[in-house]
């Protein structure tokens, strides 16, 4: 597997899941979208069939990390390091991309995002703050707590990977996609991804509550880029202040969650 290879089914997986997430939560928060107010359920398996469609493209050319925290526990676990960097950087520059394909599905809609004043009196729409279709946000600021959720929900991400991929956990091969010519269990077969994708939808019903579950450094981080720089009406802040929390707190779990594995098993 070249670096070339590596880059480029990052990239490429990691803006699939971008499109996907990003695109549902579009779906749900904006005005004149058919899955408007459709709900947090909707949310996280739109979240969840991301992560399926980006890892299992990616996984013949990468492995299909597809986030910084499964590539940084993949590296402890197997103490291979010298091809993070790639995983990194691919992830990063998709989630980039992804953001942008997610904003022009949604153009118009992001268009109309302005105040309209309704057609009985004294009624008015307010536009909606934008930040939280590309990135996460607490419902409680709390930086403590919101960086324990973050490594919390982290581990509950990376443990069950490193048990489902089980002896075949890589960083450079196929990681946790399809091995081409196995035939025989539930790594072979690649339906460990399937089984993950299932898992991060669990994980967003069950613990996504109090911060929007990042889990995931590059996916919070490359669309918060990208949220900076459209050309949004009304999108409201960025919020930089808070965009260490959703890198740190998913990098910490992702590692934590490899030491405990090796530690355990």
Same mark, same amino acid.
């Given at each position: 597997?070249?670096?070339?290879?590596?880059?480029?089914?990052?990239?490429?997986?990691?803006?699939?899941?971008?499109?996907?997430?990003?695109?549902?939560?579009?779906?749900?928060?904006?005005?004149?979208?058919?899955?408007?107010?459709?709900?947090?359920?909707?949310?996280?398996?739109?979240?969840?069939?991301?992560?399926?469609?980006?890892?299992?493209?990616?996984?013949?050319?990468?492995?299909?990390?597809?986030? %910084?925290?499964?590539?940084?526990?993949?590296?402890?676990?197997?103490?291979?390091?010298?091809?993070?960097?790639?995983?990194?950087?691919?992830?990063?520059?998709?989630?980039?991309?992804?953001?942008?394909?997610?904003?022009?599905?949604?153009?118009?809609?992001?268009?109309?995002?302005?105040?309209?004043?309704?057609?009985?009196?004294?009624?008015?729409?307010?536009?909606?703050?934008?930040?939280?279709?590309?990135?996460?946000? %607490?419902?409680?600021?709390? %930086?403590?707590?919101?960086?324990?959720?973050?490594?919390?929900?982290?581990?509950?991400?990376?443990?069950?990977?490193?048990?489902?991929?089980?002896?075949?956990?890589?960083?450079?091969?196929?990681?946790?996609?399809?091995?081409?010519?196995?035939?025989?269990?539930?790594?072979?077969?690649?339906?460990?991804?399937?089984?993950?994708?299932?898992?991060?939808?669990?994980?967003?019903?069950?613990?996504?509550?109090?911060?929007?579950?990042?889990?995931?450094?590059?996916?919070?981080?490359?669309?918060?880029?990208?949220?900076?720089?459209?050309?949004?009406?009304?999108?409201?802040?960025?919020?930089?202040?808070?965009?260490?929390?959703?890198?740190?707190?998913?990098?910490?779990?992702?590692?934590?969650?490899?030491?405990?594995?090796?530690?355990?098993?």
């Amino acid at each position: 597997m070249t670096n070339g290879d590596i880059f480029v089914g990052e990239m490429i997986g990691t803006a699939i899941l971008i499109l996907f997430g990003a695109g549902v939560c579009a779906a749900v928060t904006l005005r004149f979208s058919k899955a408007r107010a459709a709900g947090w359920v909707v949310i996280a398996f739109g979240w969840g069939f991301g992560v399926l469609a980006g890892a299992y493209t990616a996984a013949p050319l990468s492995g299909g990390h597809i986030n %910084p925290a499964v590539t940084l526990g993949l590296a402890v676990d197997t103490g291979v390091w010298d091809k993070v960097w790639i995983y990194l950087l691919g992830q990063i520059v998709g989630a980039m991309l992804g953001a942008v394909l997610a904003y022009l599905i949604y153009f118009a809609q992001f268009q109309a995002n302005v105040r309209k004043t309704g057609t009985t009196e004294g009624t008015v729409d307010e536009p909606v703050p934008t930040l939280g279709i590309f990135s996460t946000i %607490p419902e409680i600021r709390n %930086p403590v707590a919101n960086l324990m959720t973050e490594i919390l929900a982290t581990i509950a991400l990376v443990l069950p990977i490193l048990a489902l991929v089980g002896d075949d956990r890589v960083v450079q091969g196929v990681g946790i996609g399809p091995i081409p010519g196995e035939a025989a269990g539930i790594y072979g077969s690649g339906i460990s991804i399937l089984l993950v994708s299932l898992l991060v939808v669990g994980i967003g019903l069950s613990l996504g509550g109090p911060t929007g579950y990042a889990i995931n450094p590059a996916r919070d981080l490359g669309p918060r880029i990208v949220h900076q720089f459209l050309p949004i009406p009304n999108k409201g802040t960025t919020d930089w202040g808070y965009a260490w929390v959703p890198v740190i707190g998913p990098a910490v779990g992702g590692i934590l969650g490899a030491l405990i594995y090796n530690a355990a098993f």
